[in-house]
């Protein structure tokens, strides 16, 4: 007989993910103007939080990147989400009750997808 497999870390934490996609997708609203249009959050060996978001660039930020600029779209994007630090973390800490040890975000312009990467204190 086969031993059933462990649960997996999402399905134990499905309220908390939600709520930490859709603070994330609240914060993108109400500082980028608009959220994306697709966003999920996932847990990884309950210390990475990862969350997935997709087609999250401004009409402006668009056309910029369809004239060459994705560089430039790229640095005022990660500035400002570095300057918006302490709210992304406040959100996953308030959702999961544990302390955010590091904060990094990442955007891909083609395909638009944009990463925020967590890693849990103990």
């Known amino acids: 007989m086969n031993p059933s497999p462990a649960p997996d870390l999402d399905?134990?934490?499905g309220e908390e993910l939600a709520e930490v996609t859709n603070g994330i997708?609240?914060?993108f609203s109400e500082y980028y103007?608009?959220?994306p249009?697709?966003?999920k959050s996932y847990l990884l060996d309950d210390t990475y939080l990862v969350t997935v978001l997709r087609d999250t660039m401004t009409t402006?930020?668009?056309t910029l990147v369809k004239n060459g600029h994705a560089a430039q779209v790229r640095s005022v994007r990660l500035t400002f989400q570095e300057a918006m630090a302490d709210s992304f973390m406040a959100v996953v800490e308030k959702a999961l009750g544990r302390r955010v040890a590091a904060y990094h975000s990442q955007l891909l312009v083609?395909?638009?997808i944009g990463f925020e990467m967590f890693v849990l204190e103990g």
């Open 11 to 13: 399905s134990r934490h």
């Open 25 to 27: 997708v609240q914060l």
């Open 33 to 35: 103007g608009r959220g």
């Open 37 to 39: 249009t697709r966003a």
């Open 60 to 62: 402006v930020e668009q």
């Open 110 to 112: 083609d395909p638009d």
